[in-house]
């Protein structure tokens, strides 16, 4: 059988590879433009004002929107370059796959450095958890920032940002929730207290949700406060979910980085199949 290279009539560019780069960047192209839309139309609508990285990188709809507009950014090169067979802009996105697959490779491998070997947290000065903190501070700033802080605290059964097991007490950082004797003598319902997401279910279920009013009393045993509302910082919870479940969090990694390998192969092996036609062609024409 001549090989594709001699045979005039047949293209060396393989359509199986051409049109899985075409749909599946196309199929990401057409979320991402929706998802990107309309978390922009939600921040245009609340009128959000972005002062400093904190309030960008704690609103879910900032995030949303960047990484949205990225990825309709990336995919477009990929599914316009795979469609028209456009050398340059399949360059482009093989280029911007393998650094984030890079970049991917650095936060995984920062990641098992917190978790699985904290003796290395002291030695490298990486406290993470503290850079969380200021959304405690600006929990009551914005309602999308608080209902994400509640959800996560609910999620996880955990209260602060903290990686210990009295991370209730980081909400002492909140001047609605501190002990303050300017509140406790104006009788401010939320003295002292902590929100209602770090409240314990109670046996039939249901969520008593002033459970955290004085929580943070000195007065307040320790004994009680484990019974009522959950004392274990997020971080911490997040720490024992990763180190509990190391096959899971193996299995996810693995089918993240895999399609972005395949991906990344397929449109490399794409630009040497357009380049060999294109040689195909220049050699008939020389003909």
């Known amino acids: 059988m001549p090989s594709p290279w001699h045979d005039p009539n047949r293209s060396p560019v393989n359509l199986v590879i051409k049109y899985v780069l075409f749909f599946f960047n196309f199929l990401i192209f057409l979320v991402c433009g929706a998802v990107t839309g309309l978390m922009a139309w939600i921040l245009v609508e609340k009128e959000k004002a972005v002062l400093n990285a904190y ?13 949205g507009s990225v990825a309709f950014v990336v995919s477009f090169f990929g ?6 067979e456009y050398v340059f802009f399949l360059a482009i996105y093989r280029y911007i796959m393998m650094f984030l697959f890079f970049v991917e490779m650095v936060f995984i491998v920062l990641i098992f450095v917190i978790v699985y070997v ?14 969380l903190k200021e959304a405690i501070v600006k929990y009551r700033d914005d309602e999308d920032m608080q209902n994400l802080i509640d959800g996560i605290q609910e999620l996880l059964e955990c209260c602060g940002t903290s990686n210990d097991d009295i991370g209730y007490k980081d909400w002492a950082r909140n001047p609605y929730f501190n002990c303050s004797t300017e509140l406790e003598t104006s009788d401010f319902g939320e003295f002292c207290s902590v929100p209602f997401s770090c409240c314990k279910k109670e046996n039939n279920g249901l969520i008593n949700y002033l459970c955290g009013r004085g929580m943070q009393k000195s007065t307040t045993s320790e004994t009680l406060r484990s019974e009522t509302i959950y004392i274990q910082g ?29 991906l990344t192969s397929f449109t490399g092996r794409l630009i040497e199949q357009i380049e060999m036609q294109m040689a195909k062609w220049n050699r008939q024409q020389m003909r």
């Open 79 to 84: 599914w316009y370059g795979s469609l028209r």
């Open 55 to 67: 309030d960008f990188f704690l609103d879910p709809a900032c995030v949303l929107c960047l990484a």
């Open 234 to 262: 997020c971080f911490k919870s997040i720490t024992s979910i990763l180190q509990n479940n190391v096959i899971v969090v193996g299995g996810v990694i693995i089918g993240i980085l895999i399609p972005q390998m395949l």
């Open 118 to 131: 904290p003796e290395s947290r002291n030695q490298l000065n990486i406290y993470p958890e503290d850079s």
